[in-house]
């Protein structure tokens, strides 16, 4: 039995016993105890305390996760801090979604959960699902692979098809449009027109021999989805799924090279309409496109984003068959509609959440906020640890460390982080009646509410052009990561990270606090000053303002993490040589920068109480400051299905967890003499890389 589940049965049995007597306030300090000792054993449960730290940490802070959490199925390809923070998020929003306790909600809240009770009649479609999406897709003419020679071969016309799809739906195939901030005028919004990216990620998943296999793996899922939802014979859905591949394949030589280190001015064009067409001519009509998916064409400066892809599309569109064409666009429109009615009702609900996130995922995270931050106690005490780490940075800034860095650069660095806002993700200031006040929707038809959705979000989008700009949608991924929005100087803190136990409570020693969250926070902080956001001022816009002697100092030094990772094997092969360094640098900058905010805040306690602080959990034998390492180690213990190792390296720029944690604590001076680490040991590299 683990001391996690021992603890937690311990706690539920002695917290029954005290209920029958006792005084309350012996029993508050008592439950406290109960759960700082829970806290401790889940810690101590996952290290493998017979590994030397100082030949790598990773496997003596995390050795026995695999132990308690392994990536065994499918289903269950990764497991990790984030995947057990998502997953109990995903409990609330299950219980929100399903009680039938609709006090607290507010009309948009209840249109939420009628989108997600709809999900859960899919069955009730079930024998009509073929008819329903033919009838979408027959809005937009025919799919050659459903009506054979009767397909009008001469009158199919790709680009306006594109369009009207856009127009209509917000479905964006080979061609797309964005309605963003212009990063270089962030008080103006702009279209940008062009590359919009792949089902697969990356290029090297398109294109590199060693990802075949996960292209077969997706070759099979088109062909799978093709019977059961078209209902296609087996042979002619395996062929049409290979044309489809063989033709993704084709648009994405002229994929942006994620690893290539290419900055925004790299791939996009300040351009016009006109010049669009003076360029590409007949072969590919962008003032029609844009006509068509827009509803009109503007008359302001527009973005080109990735050019080659564009010319990489002329191509490629004429050397292709119109059949095949047609069917891919055809499919991938349709794809948006194609959900699955599963076996289970656990696994129902879970697609079911996984697509009211999809379309709704502000509107949860609000929902969720509002329920367990009522006190407000949490965003106080975050918003405390972030000025207390943006001071540490300051000094950092102005210490002799960061001497190679010129005096103007450093003060406009000063300038921008002093400029840097913390927000919780929580949309409490957002018009949700404005955005979605229109929307009708019915607990009876998923595939109708899924229509009136879509068609009322690209409404919206389209209205921005308009409009002055406005925070960046970036949908789920706010809701599970905190980001770094360079174009608004600002951090984004999602609301899943504020649950109970996992990255905070005022019982943790705040090593544990400043190691989880504060790290993770420094982390995004040092993103404004990394390979790419060193490269936007302190309003947004891009902007080189650092002078030319630091740069090159900046650069030599991103050399030496190039050189540092490379080497780094993974599944059994070196990870990719990447020129951007953004994760790693915010990796190596965020926990010293996490650490010394922590020291600070630990000299600053003990000044003001005349005595050191207690920084310790019961039963556990480490320092303080010992336990800050442990701890911001674990926020990586992972473990990961052999199928998807060789995925996760080529769409993730992050390394893997392994590394997170070797990566940086063996180029940390003040981790080596904590665990008293001989020099040129795993985890004291002698060449240590430091930027920040």
């Known amino acids: 039995m683990s001391k996690v589940f021992y603890f937690l049965i311990l706690y539920s049995i002695l917290c029954t016993w005290g209920t029958a007597a006792g005084h309350p306030a012996d029993q508050d300090l008592f439950n406290q105890e109960i759960k700082r000792l829970s806290k401790a054993a889940e810690i101590h449960n996952l290290m ?13 802070a995390c050795g026995k996760w695999n132990r308690y959490n392994p990536a065994n199925t499918l289903e269950r390809a990764s497991t990790g801090f ?3 923070v998502l997953k109990s998020f995903n409990r609330k929003i299950a219980e929100v979604l399903t009680s039938d306790d609709m006090a607290g909600f507010n009309e948009i809240d209840r249109k939420v959960k009628v989108f997600y009770d709809s999900c859960m009649n899919l069955s009730s479609l079930k024998d009509v699902y073929r008819e329903k999406l033919l009838e979408i897709s027959q809005e937009f003419g025919e799919m050659p ?31 797309g449009y964005d309605i963003m901030v212009d990063y270089a005028d962030t008080t103006t919004n702009r279209l940008y027109i062009g590359y919009r990216g792949l089902p697969l990620e990356s290029k090297s998943m398109y294109l590199d021999e060693g990802n075949a296999i996960y292209r077969e793996g997706y070759k099979s899922k088109m062909s799978k989805n093709l019977q059961l939802f078209l209902k296609l014979p087996q042979e002619l859905a395996e062929v049409t799924a290979k044309e489809l591949l063989e033709f993704e394949i084709g648009l994405a030589k002229g994929m942006i090279d994620a690893t290539a280190g290419l900055q925004v001015t790299d791939i996009t064009q300040l351009t016009t309409i006109d010049d669009l067409v003076q360029k590409y001519g007949q072969d590919l009509d962008l003032r029609r496109y844009i006509n068509i998916s827009l509803g009109y064409t503007p008359t302001d400066k527009v973005y080109e984003m990735a050019e080659d892809y564009q010319k990489n599309v002329i191509q490629l569109v004429k050397e292709t068959p119109r059949r095949v064409v ?17 076996r289970s ?3 129902l609900q879970s697609k079911c959440i996984s697509r009211t996130k999809r379309y709704f995922a502000k509107n949860l995270d609000n929902i969720i906020y509002r329920r367990i931050n009522s006190n407000n106690n949490t965003a106080k005490a975050i918003d405390f640890m972030w000025h207390e780490i943006q001071t540490t940075f300051e000094q950092t800034l102005l210490s002799e460390r960061l001497q190679w860095i010129g005096e103007k650069t450093r003060n406009y ?16 200031q957002r018009n949700f009646t404005a955005e979605l006040a229109d929307l009708q929707l019915s607990k009876e038809n998923f595939l109708e509410n899924l229509k009136a959705v879509m068609i009322l979000s690209v409404r919206n989008t389209r209205q921005k052009l308009q409009e002055p700009p406005s925070a960046l949608e970036a949908g789920e991924i706010l809701s599970f990561t905190p980001a770094n ?56 816009n891009s902007h080189n303002w650092w002078d030319t002697t630091s740069t090159e100092h900046f650069k030599n030094r991103t050399k030496c993490f190039i050189d540092q990772y490379k080497h780094y094997t993974y599944n059994g092969r070196k990870l990719p040589e990447m020129q951007s360094q953004s994760e790693n640098i915010a990796d190596n900058g965020g926990v010293r920068l ?3 905010a922590y020291l600070r805040w630990y000299e600053d306690e003990a000044r003001s109480m005349g005595t050191l602080p207690i920084e310790s959990l019961p039963r556990f034998q480490y320092s303080g400051k010992k336990l800050f390492f442990i701890s911001y180690a674990q926020l990586w213990c992972n473990d990961v299905h052999p199928v998807v190792k060789n995925l996760q390296t080529s769409t993730d720029l992050h390394v893997p967890g392994k590394y997170r944690v070797i990566g940086p604590l063996s180029n940390f001076e003040e981790f080596s003499k904590e665990f008293n680490c001989p020099p040129d040991s795993n985890m004291n590299r002698s060449n240590k890389c430091e930027i920040y």
């Open 326 to 342: 047609a069917n891919y666009i055809f499919y991938n429109f349709l794809e948006h509609f194609m959900v699955k009615v599963p």
């Open 48 to 60: 493998d305390e017979t590994v030397d730290p100082c030949d790598n940490f990773y496997a003596f």
């Open 485 to 540: 929005i360079i174009v608004e100087n600002k951090i984004k803190v999602p609301v899943s990270l504020l649950q109970p136990y996992f990255v905070w409570s005022n019982l943790y020693p705040n090593a544990v606090q400043y190691a989880t969250l504060g790290s993770l926070i420094s982390h995004e902080l040092i993103h404004g000053f990394d390979d790419t956001g060193r490269n936007f001022d302190k309003a947004g």
């Open 413 to 428: 660095a000063i300038d921008k982080l002093k400029a840097m806002q913390l927000e919780i993700n929580s949309y409490e």
């Open 345 to 347: 009702h656990e696994e």
């Open 594 to 596: 996490a650490y010394a």
């Open 82 to 84: 984030f995947e057990a």
């Open 145 to 175: 692979v459903l009506v054979g020679d009767r397909w009008q071969r001469h009158e199919f016309d790709w680009l306006a098809l594109v369009g009207k799809m856009a127009y209509k739906y917000g479905v964006h195939i080979i061609l």
